[in-house]
């Protein structure tokens, strides 16, 4: 089945760690999403890319970092230096940018 | 950065009732999107709609760009439709969401 899996569905972080989620895709999008889900609030994007090897800052980019090394691979790096990273992550691709986007079941980060 | 406005915040429903939820945003946007995210926190989409109407079963959505508006009819409720639902606007290559619509049916 065609689709977008993330993985873990569930993490814990220690504080002073860094942590990644993982991203695939095998819909042949050009372009993927990173956003953040805050209780009771919408999505914030963090970044986005429109094509293999490029990436670009979204609204919220600062203690995070992205790679994206394969198309079908966008994995998100939560840094020591995001101060309050619990919150619910979720990954999205379409297939370019101005297409409609779809969305993986999402990764709950949580610190110990 | 565009501003996206849902209404009402929370909805409740007795079930097989009929509503409307509203989005309004700030500027010209390239596209829009309705979704719904079920308790379990899946985003799932129901409409890609930049302007005109669609309908898909007892949903339907309207979008008027040149006034900046889009609404979502859900008709014949049922407890399933529970959940919160957004309106997501997109310029820049970026899709900026709203705060969403919490809707509860009950039985």
């Known amino acids: 089945d065609g689709g977008i899996t993330q993985s873990p569905k569930y993490l814990f972080r220690k504080e002073g760690q860094n942590v990644t989620l993982s991203c695939e895709q095998n819909l042949n999008h050009d372009a993927m999403y990173w956003y953040r889900q805050d209780p009771g609030q919408g999505l914030r994007l963090i970044y986005y890319?429109?094509?293999?090897?490029?990436?670009q800052k979204g609204d919220i980019a600062e203690g995070y970092s992205v790679s994206r090394e394969k198309k079908e691979s966008f994995p998100l790096t939560v840094t020591s230096a995001q101060k309050n990273p619990t919150a619910f992550y979720l990954c999205?691709?379409?297939?370019?940018?101005?297409?409609?986007?779809?969305f993986g079941d999402g990764t709950r980060l949580s610190i110990l | 950065g565009i501003q996206v406005e849902q209404s009402p915040p929370d909805l409740i429903l007795q079930e097989g009732a009929n509503s409307t939820l509203r989005c309004n945003f700030s500027?010209?946007?390239?596209?829009l999107q309705w979704f719904h995210q079920n308790p379990w926190g899946q985003l799932i989409n129901l409409f890609y709609?930049?302007?005109g109407t669609k309908q898909n079963g007892r949903l339907s959505a309207t979008t008027v760009a040149t006034e900046r508006y889009s609404l979502l009819y859900i008709s014949s409720s049922q407890t399933t439709d529970s959940g919160v639902y957004f309106c997501a606007v997109e310029s820049d290559y970026k899709l900026s969401f709203g705060a969403g619509t919490t809707v509860t049916v009950r039985a």
């Open positions: 500027d010209s946007v390239n596209n």
């Open positions: 999205a691709s379409s297939r370019q940018v101005n297409q409609p986007q779809h």
């Open positions: 709609i930049p302007s």
């Open positions: 890319s429109q094509i293999v090897n490029d990436f």
